[in-house]
T-cell receptor
Framework: KNQVEQSPQSLIILEGKNCTLQ??????????LRWYKQDTGRGPVSLTI?????NTKSNGRYTATLDADTKQSSLHITASQLSDSASYIC??????????FGKGTMLLVSP | GAGVSQSPSNKVTEKGKDVELRCDPI?????LYWYRQRLGQGLEFLIY????????KSGLPSDRFSAERTGESVSTLTIQRTQQEDSAVYLC?????????????FGPGTRLTVT
C-alpha cells in the first residue's frame, strides 16, 4: 500500500530557531515529491517539487532534501518566523493524478 | 492574475440534502483536481479532470459523489443525500497540465458541515 508518513505530528519552536521535518514514503513507482505549506483555513501552497534525480531544493528559508534510495525526505526551515506557523504536508506523486498525501506536521513558532 | 476560487466558503446542510460546490480554476489551466480533507487528516484525492479527456473518478468514495467540468473552466462537485461523515473541507486545485511535476494551485476550500 502506498503510504506517506510524516514526523513529528506537531512541533513547537522558538522564533529564530531552525527545525527539520521528516517524511518517509513507500510510494512506488516514484515520480516526484512535493512539500506544501497550509495555513489554517487556507489551501496548501507549494514550497518545493523534486524528482527522483534531485537531492536538494531550496525556496528561501526552506530547504528540502530527498534520498530516493531510503525513500526519505526532509524539510529544513532556517531562522523560523511567526508566519511559518502552519501545517507542512509531504506529497508523493506516481503520475498526473495519483498523489499520496501525508497527514502533515503542525508547526507552531512561538515568540 | 486571479488564483483558484471556490464557493461557497462555508456550507451547513442537513443530513439527506444535496449540496453543490463550485471551483473556478486559474485561466488556462487544463488540469483540475478535487480533494477532501477531514479534520486532522491528510488530503484525499477525489477526482481529476484533464482537458476533454474522461475524468479519473477513482477517488470518489461513493456514488453519491459526482463532479462535472465544462470544458477547461468551472467545475462543480455534487454530493447527494449528504451524510455526517461527508463533513470536511473540500479543496480544488488546478495546474497547467496534468503531466509530470507541474505545480498545483489550491483554492481556499469549502468547509462543509452536515448536521
Amino acid at each position: 500500500k502506498n503510504q506517506v508518513e510524516q514526523s513529528p505530528q506537531s512541533l513547537i519552536i522558538l522564533e529564530g530557531k531552525n527545525c527539520t521535518l521528516q517524511c518517509n514514503y513507500t510510494v512506488s513507482p516514484f515520480s516526484n515529491l512535493r512539500w506544501y505549506k497550509q495555513d489554517t483555513g487556507r489551501g496548501p501552497v507549494s514550497l518545493t517539487i523534486m524528482t527522483f534525480s534531485e537531492n536538494t531544493k531550496s525556496n528561501g528559508r526552506y530547504t528540502a532534501t530527498l534520498d530516493a534510495d531510503t525513500k526519505q525526505s526532509s524539510l529544513h526551515i532556517t531562522a523560523s518566523q511567526l508566519s511559518d506557523s502552519a501545517s507542512y504536508i509531504c506529497v508523493v506523486s506516481i503520475g498526473y493524478s495519483t498523489l499520496t498525501f501525508g497527514k502533515g506536521t503542525m508547526l507552531l513558532v512561538s515568540p | 492574475g486571479a488564483g483558484v476560487s471556490q464557493s461557497p466558503s462555508n456550507k451547513v446542510t442537513e443530513k439527506g440534502k444535496d449540496v453543490e460546490l463550485r471551483c473556478d480554476p486559474i485561466s488556462g489551466h487544463t488540469a483540475l483536481y478535487w480533494y477532501r480533507q477531514r479534520l486532522g487528516q491528510g488530503l484525499e484525492f477525489l477526482i481529476y479532470f484533464q482537458g476533454n479527456s474522461a475524468p479519473d473518478k477513482s477517488g470518489l468514495p461513493s456514488d453519491r459523489f459526482s463532479a462535472e467540468r465544462t470544458g477547461e473552466s468551472v467545475s462543480t462537485l455534487t454530493i447527494q443525500r449528504t451524510q455526517q461523515e461527508d463533513s470536511a473541507v473540500y479543496l480544488c486545485a488546478s495546474s497547467r497540465t496534468g503531466t509530470g511535476g507541474y505545480e498545483q494551485y489550491f483554492g481556499p476550500g469549502t468547509r462543509l458541515t452536515v448536521t
